[in-house]
């Protein structure tokens, strides 16, 4: 068995075979395709390029400990409230997503493939702790072309230098706007959930929307895009 979030924040039960894909192909015919990718087009707000998509996945969960995942994030997000659709960007060094074909479905192995790791294991603290804007947290974006500046893969070539950008649900609960930098964060602000970066047209520092959850059940992946 396997759950699948969609975008509307839905869980939906599948049974699945012995050996279970970790992404579900959505085809282009599907509404939710088109949701999708109307959602990652409309924001795209850099000066750059605009994005070919190739393929989009709803992500699969099925190992026990996603299964728990998804059940303290739904908690977490029934208390705290204003869950939003937020991007992040992360790069990869398999060739999942490359087509839908069931060898391109199923997360690699590997300890540099941040992709896979996030998609099997969730967000992680413990690989958040770097210097950053507003300290040791997880970061995402209502901007997918500020996502993108985080999606390049490694060390890969051909139809592999597809991007991907994950599409989550992120609990911002009580978000306090930040006009300026502050690295030393670990966790929110008292009686705040999160922080919110401001924009330059908030009196901020950031040219584009970014905010900060410091646990991991604030998160969960929903889908992923892969584009060029």
Request: aromatic residues 8%; hydrophobic residues 35%; proline residues 4%.
């Amino acid at each position: 068995m396997h759950v699948v979030v969609d975008i509307s924040g839905d869980a939906s039960f599948h049974l699945c075979t012995d050996t279970p894909e970790d992404l579900v192909h959505i085809p282009p015919s599907d509404d939710d395709h088109q949701r999708i990718s109307n959602i990652f087009n409309n924001a795209w707000k850099h000066p750059k390029p605009f994005p070919k998509i190739h393929n989009v996945f709803y992500v699969a969960h099925h190992s026990a400990d996603a299964l728990a995942h998804i059940s303290r994030f739904s908690n977490y997000s029934n208390k705290v409230g204003n869950t939003q659709l937020l991007f992040h960007g992360t790069p990869r060094t398999c060739l999942i997503g490359t087509t839908a074909s069931p060898a391109h479905t199923r997360l690699c192995e590997r300890l540099d493939c941040s992709l896979c790791l996030i998609l099997r294991e969730s967000y992680d603290i413990e690989k958040a702790k770097s210097a950053r804007m507003f300290g040791t947290g997880i970061y995402s974006t209502n901007v997918s072309s500020k996502a993108d500046l985080y999606a390049s893969p490694r060390r890969l070539t051909g139809r592999a230098t597809l991007k991907s950008v994950i599409l989550n649900h992120v609990v911002l609960g009580r978000t306090q706007l930040m006009l300026s930098a502050d690295q030393s964060l670990q966790h929110a602000p008292d009686i705040y959930n999160s922080v919110t970066g401001a924009t330059s047209s908030e009196g901020g520092a950031l040219a584009y929307h970014e905010a900060v959850v410091y646990r991991e059940d604030a998160m969960c992946a929903s889908a992923v895009i892969f584009y060029e």
